[in-house]
């Protein structure tokens, strides 16, 4: 497996109150992402980095914010949970070449009640 | 906007089967990627197809495609239950934008089962 680990595993939150996760990678990878992943939607990207402190919004960004200050930490902030935002998130690595496809962590399933 | 497409969503075979699942996409671009999904795990590379034409073979899966028509086939041989799991097809939309690596557009993911 590529080096990257996503915490926490799981989280239950409630409506209104901020959560952070973290996707931690020790490949030195340039490019990290933000995936999240519905049933019936397949994987829509939410944010992405292409290096230290350069993020760009994907489709999906409203309702979430990045930071990356370190290479090897990528968070994800959802500002002020809804329901909607019950989902897996994904965290994924890229070298930035077409020959490298991204890399996946295991996964965050989050649950907002 | 991109539109990535894959069907059948949902197939049920027969061991011992051969199968065909597409990956129609909507804008210009000769980077196709597949992955496979375990249940509750994460998504694992399968392959990366970079050119028209392009055919790439690993046990019982083949993947192939064809930009001209922005189309993508992972053809299954001889189905095991091993190859349970579901298929995703992601297309890299930014290939002229001489930028970075911008991200995969993923299909919805074709669930496979298959029966012995």
């Known amino acids: 497996d590529a080096g990257i680990t996503q915490s926490p595993r799981h989280k239950v939150t409630e409506t209104g109150t901020p959560v952070t996760l973290r996707c931690h990678q020790t490949e030195n990878h340039r490019y990290m992402y933000w995936y999240r992943q519905d049933p019936g939607h397949g994987l829509r990207l939410i944010h992405y980095?292409?290096?230290?402190?350069?993020?760009d919004k994907g489709e999906v960004s409203d309702g979430y914010s990045v930071s990356r200050s370190k290479t090897e930490d990528f968070l994800l902030t959802l500002e002020s949970a809804t329901s909607s935002q019950t989902s897996v998130y994904f965290c994924a690595i890229s070298e930035g070449t077409e020959y490298s496809p991204l890399h996946f962590g295991n996964g965050t399933r989050l649950t907002v009640t | 906007e991109l539109k990535v497409e894959q069907n059948p969503l949902f197939l049920s075979m027969q061991e011992e089967k051969n199968y065909t699942i597409y990956c129609n996409y909507s804008t210009t671009s000769d980077r196709l990627y597949w992955y496979r999904q375990d249940p509750g795990k994460s998504l694992e590379s399968l392959f990366v197809?970079?050119?028209?034409?392009a055919v790439k073979q690993e046990g019982r899966l083949m993947a192939s495609l064809d930009t001209k028509a922005r189309l993508s086939t992972l053809h299954i041989t001889a189905a095991v239950h091993d190859l349970s799991a579901t298929y995703f097809c992601a297309v890299d939309p930014y290939y002229f934008s001489g930028g970075g690596a911008d991200g995969l557009t993923f299909g919805k993911g074709t669930h496979l089962i298959i029966q012995p």
């Open positions: 980095s292409y290096g230290v402190k350069d993020t």
């Open positions: 197809l970079l050119s028209n034409g």
